[in-house]
């Protein structure tokens, strides 16, 4: 069964999930799987994979059968399961929870060698929907604190299987991350009562030199302090805290911002391995005034060392001004 | 130059250091050197690299020729510079300092295909050594707060030469994960009048099942929120705030207790890509009662995905207990 632990020294939890050890290529030696027919992700091998939860499909189709533009469905390796109870002991110094929470995997397309950088805005625009149904629907359960999306592409960014997919794991308690921007950004607006992402925007839009592309209402940055070559992050024009409150038409204009930023991003480093992380307020909390929702991208360029794993710091030989230069003059 | 920049939204500074994607290798797709011919470190090729700043060679022999047994040079591709000035600016919501830092790299052997596994005690204890003579001698330089030593082997780890090397990077600051745990310890030692760490490794002499290996004053441990499989962190049995500040006989004591513990973990995961960390008190901090060294060993059998990146939390699919139990019955 998998269990949370927190470290003593930090205030981070570690999800130890040995069920996940299961998975075939578990252990980084192994290549993602690139057999087509094998592939459970795949239309036609839907037997293969968990019952599904959500998915666009031609009206009356069946449930699990083939036909469907996407598909929403549960881990079949769990690092979180909705049944265990929600459980907090400790063990001298240390903290304990059960493993509560969800682990959701959306397969993005039926194209085995498709993804997000392959398709039209609208079919972006489906899987930012299918994100926020699953969101919704995650969000009615009280014991959920944290919606995490994320997509791991290519193996050295962490992928075990290749068909386009995203996952989402919704957690017991607010992550570290999550709160420590939570904290910094409830100072700024006490000091300031002004967003701190807001300014952020406000100051990139004038200063323009970290600028990657904008639309009417997206703006996509190459951030001040990029922990990796060419991270790209995605933020509203205007505030807007949670994901999944976002409508149709806003969802329509991040679909088209994404589009273009992936495609430059795989013509400008020759489709890399890369993480997509959207970072956005727990669940079912109100729209503060203070933080807003972006959605970050990490192509996977240099991997994490010693020095990064023992301070926490980064060193990025990529200015984020010389990556959003090419960015901005790679024609997408 | 290389820079330090600060995140608004937390507490993570990024090096900036465009001239470390100069080096060869610099970026994922390539694999760490294996050219002996051409191995800047290897002996006969000194010329090859900057000029040693230490090193234990016969006495008399000329600086920077061959005949050593270990050398200390400073990083060509430096991702800081002592020659850089203090310097602290704004700009907007932005913090930036100057690079001022040192990095160096301490070449182990002389033996290309090497390494701390394959050495007897005596030639770990010489590594630990010259880590302490470089600390020492960079604590002298009062605008350095903290030396990260960290140890990249194998290309899923980040290294980029093979030839074996440790690495030092001095910085202008206290990194934020030794910030958060001198802040845990303290808190800590504030309620109970005790060394958190001091009390961890006590309950875990205790408790045994996450024991992996102890000598006289030495004790290995599969921390219990470990973040990935097989991490295994080394403390002292009894109080040792400094690393640079242990004599020959505990060096001596952590070489046997490192070598045992490398060797299994060498013969358990067949030669795993690894990265070793040292955590220890900031420069010319006095020995404080609340927090104590401990070098972290953490194999890279899993890559951090994007849900690590979002986060801050880990999944781990080994349990630290089934590490300790497969460690303790490697044979070493």
Redesign the interface.
């Known amino acids: 069964m998998p269990e949370l632990?927190?470290?003593?020294?930090?205030?981070?939890?570690?999800?130890?999930?040995?069920?996940?050890?299961d998975?075939p290529n578990?252990?980084?030696r192994a290549r993602a799987d690139t057999d087509v027919a094998n592939c459970p992700f795949c239309p036609g091998n839907e037997a293969l994979t968990t019952s599904e939860l959500y998915a666009v499909r031609p009206a009356n189709s069946p449930i699990n059968s083939p036909g469907w533009t996407l598909r929403a469905i549960p881990n079949r390796y769990p690092?979180l399961r909705t049944e265990i109870p929600i459980s907090r002991t400790a063990?001298?110094?240390?903290d304990r929870m059960g493993g509560t929470g969800a682990h959701e995997v959306i397969i993005e397309t039926p194209e085995h060698n498709g993804g997000l950088a392959k398709m039209d805005a609208p079919q972006i625009a489906q899987v930012l929907r299918a994100w926020q149904v699953r969101m919704l629907d995650l969000s009615r359960d009280e014991r959920l604190a944290?919606a995490?999306i994320?997509?791991?592409v290519g193996?050295?960014?962490?992928?075990t299987l290749a068909h386009p997919h995203s996952?989402l794991?919704a957690?017991p308690l607010v992550?570290?991350?999550?709160a420590?921007?939570l904290t910094?950004?409830r100072a700024?607006f006490g000091a300031k009562s002004r967003c701190?992402?807001c300014?952020?925007v406000a100051?990139e839009l004038t200063?323009k030199e970290r600028l990657v592309h904008e639309n009417e209402s997206w703006v996509a940055l190459a951030?001040?302090?990029?922990?990796s070559?060419f991270e790209v992050h995605l933020h509203p024009k205007t505030h807007r805290p949670s994901f999944e409150k976002l409508d149709g038409s806003e969802l329509g204009a991040l679909a088209a911002c994404l589009r273009t930023v992936l495609r430059k991003l795989a013509i400008a480093l020759e489709g890399p391995?890369m993480?997509?992380?959207?970072?956005t307020l727990p669940l079912r909390e109100p729209a503060h005034p203070f933080y807003h929702l972006r959605i970050?991208l990490?192509p996977?360029?240099?991997?994490?060392?010693?020095?990064?794993?023992?301070?926490?710091?980064?060193?990025?030989?990529?200015?984020?001004e010389?990556a959003a230069r090419f960015l901005r003059q790679t024609e997408a």
């Open positions: 632990r927190k470290d003593p020294l930090n205030d981070r939890w570690v999800i130890i999930a040995p069920e996940r050890a998975r578990s252990f980084l690092a063990d001298g110094l240390y944290y995490q994320f997509q791991n193996t050295p960014a962490g992928a996952q794991i957690l992550p570290r991350e999550i420590q921007e910094a950004a700024h701190l992402l300014d952020l100051q200063a951030p001040f302090a990029s922990q070559p391995a993480n997509l992380v959207l970072m970050v990490k996977t360029l240099t991997q994490p060392g010693g020095f990064e794993w023992g301070t926490g710091f980064c060193i990025n030989p990529t200015s984020p010389d």
